[in-house]
């Protein structure tokens, strides 16, 4: 492929994208060998039960086939069916994927719950009632509600387990990873996908479930595990090609191709978005769209064709606010800061970057760690009720006849001391989710009052002096200074309280959201100061996870770091650097070009920097501050 198609072949992409996606699948027929032969069977078939299963098997291949094709099948076949038969709903619930597809998400949801509703409790509509909750699921991940997600996905596991219905365990595992895929719960999300990649053995049935590898892979590309990521999308892509799914197919190699973008291998990174994007807009589906469209943003912030980027971004953030997708909104906002970091658009850049945090805080508080930590051990708690029930049982039938009346007393002795014991352990675990409670509630009541109260005070204060300095026209200059004095510290504080609150009212605070929070304050201070020259650079690896105490240090040493270089070190220059690696260890230096200081001398009444050291003690990690009369100083906190 030659060098200079690449950037018109992906302009095409940016235009033909938002618009072919949506609106050219409409005019598209049948896009497989599969569904080709599905198609023509049904042209042949003579009776209406013949028809109605040729419609059936036609529609079980939606993830092949434009929006408007499957509108069509489904329209047909509930002509062919009878009301209220295993047959209706299943076309029911195709509608109601047809709408989650189409983006008309609260039509669905309302639908499923109508239909789960109505839905006869026989034994021959369990797998119907599986399958509405399936796409129940779907939706909710669709439409940015991760918490309900999951939620579902525990429901979903457990009802399939019960009945031991191998397609749909591996349908919850892989729903359950998607969801916390989506709001950035890798390690958990590669937890849920890996069990079900080895729930079974049955290569037909894991061929057809593509979508765990290409989500488990897509997981350890955001954690930088490049080789395994690599393993898992290419064994994606050969069960979705084995299978002839066009959704299956266009979402490994979308997955791919941005795993050559981090490799710089650009080529292959536009040889699969050009064979994806064939697959899409045939298919349409307007979430994976969105997705397709911050990908393209992205490369081209890699290619440094940053204009062409920025307008797809924007138009990509103009279709998902449609949706109220957050965790899309947060994607489509990353590949536009980057490409505003590409063009050195730095005030852009820093209002982007607190787009994203606002988005992420937003997405944090609909989707919070310790509701879903709560589900999860409500579904381990029931699986292993459900273990001891089912092998207490089985032990009590092997030897009943066997040892008689004393065999039955002993094994009455044993259940009381399991029951018991399981009792104990209840306890026990109410205790420390209560304690855990009642520390997280005292976070966030310690936060409310500090915005409440103190955060009132100081604006009150604030306001005041604004007024005084506005009404009076006879303060001495000294006078006018001290007001300004006592306003300015007002609003240091009140902005030194923000961040205190924003890191109480969290239980743990990844380190990309602390960089982001960092990353912004610089821009923030250096807003008035454009003869001082920012520049920055990360490599983070492993996401890593800090407590609100460990969090709130780490900024406040920055913090003041940062502010030494700005108000004391007459600095030029000020670059940041962050980097964290698969072995846990992290790394966050400030180095300045300012006028340096004699680090031999003690620290003693220096108190910024002894409160630095003490900060850096109090979390266990190393802080090194180098520096040199008129050679700058570099300050490096770090925890191996």
Known sequence: ????????????????????????????????????????????????????????????????????????????????????????????????????????????????????????????????????????????????????AIENSFLLL????????????????????????????????????SNGIN????????????????????CYNNIEMND??????????KCAREDENLTGMANALN??????????????????????????KQIGDVIFVISDMAQLSSFYASINETGKGIELAQKGISIAKG???????????????????????????????????????????KNSEQAIADMEAKYEVAKKEKIIIKQDLDLTRR????????????????????????????????????????????????????????????????????????????????????????????????ADLRETIWALKKEHINFRDLTDRLKSFTQLQLSNRPEIELTITEKIEQEILFTAIESLNIFRICQEAINNAIMHADAKQIHLDFYSDKNSTWKISITDNGKGFNTKQNFENHFGLENMQQRAHQINAQINIASEINNGTIVVINKT
């Not at 050559?260 to 080529?267: H, L």
């Open 158 to 193: 457990q009802e399939a387990e019960k009945v031991k219905d191998t397609s749909r365990v591996l349908s919850a595992y892989a729903v359950m990873g998607w969801a916390n895929m989506e709001i950035g719960n890798y390690n958990d999300a590669i937890k849920w996908l």
């Open 323 to 365: 949706t109220n997708n957050l965790s899309k909104l947060i994607f489509l906002y990353n590949a536009l800061s980057e490409n505003y970091l590409a063009a050195n658009k730095q005030e852009e850049y820093a209002n982007t970057l607190r787009t994203i945090i606002s988005l992420k805080d937003t997405l944090y508080q």
């Open 228 to 237: 395994t990521a690599f393993y898992f999308i290419n064994l994606a892509l």
């Open 399 to 494: 030897n009943y006849w066997l040892y008689g009346s004393s065999a039955l007393f002993l094994l009455v002795g044993i259940i009381t001391f399991l029951v018991f014991n399981q009792y104990k352990q209840r306890q026990r675990s109410k205790a420390i989710v209560e304690v855990s409670h009642a520390k997280e509630d005292e976070r966030k009541r310690i936060a409310a009052e500090l915005h409440d109260n103190i955060g009132t005070q100081l604006s009150f204060i604030s306001r005041k002096i604004e007024f005084v300095k506005g009404n009076s026209n006879s303060m001495l200059k000294q006078e006018t200074e001290y007001l300004n004095d006592i306003d300015n510290t007002a609003r240091k504080t009140i």
């Open 1 to 148: 492929m030659q060098k200079n198609k690449p950037l018109k072949k992906q302009l095409l992409f940016a235009i033909v994208l938002v618009v072919a996606c949506c609106f050219f699948s409409c005019f598209t027929e049948a896009q497989t060998a599969k569904l080709d032969s599905l198609i023509n069977l049904l042209s042949k078939s003579q009776s209406k039960e013949e028809k109605l299963q040729a419609v059936l098997n036609i529609c079980s291949r939606n993830y092949s086939m434009s929006d408007s094709n499957l509108l069509k099948y489904i329209q047909l076949g509930k002509k062919l069916c009878t009301l209220q038969s295993p047959e209706y709903f299943r076309f029911e619930i195709m509608n109601c994927q047809y709408l989650s597809r189409t983006g008309k998400f609260s039509e669905s949801l309302e639908s499923i719950d109508s239909l789960l509703a109505i839905l006869p409790p026989q034994k021959k509509y369990i797998d119907t009632r599986l399958r509405l909750i399936n796409v129940k699921i779907t939706t909710f991940i669709r439409k940015g509600q991760s918490k309900e």
């Open 255 to 280: 997955i791919r191709a941005d795993m050559y973008m981090k490799q710089k291998n650009f080529t292959a990174a536009e040889r699969d978005m050009e064979e994806a994007f064939e697959m899409r």
């Open 199 to 218: 729930y079974t053995t049955d290569t037909n049935q894991l061929y057809k479930a593509s979508f765990l590898f290409s989500n488990i892979a897509s």
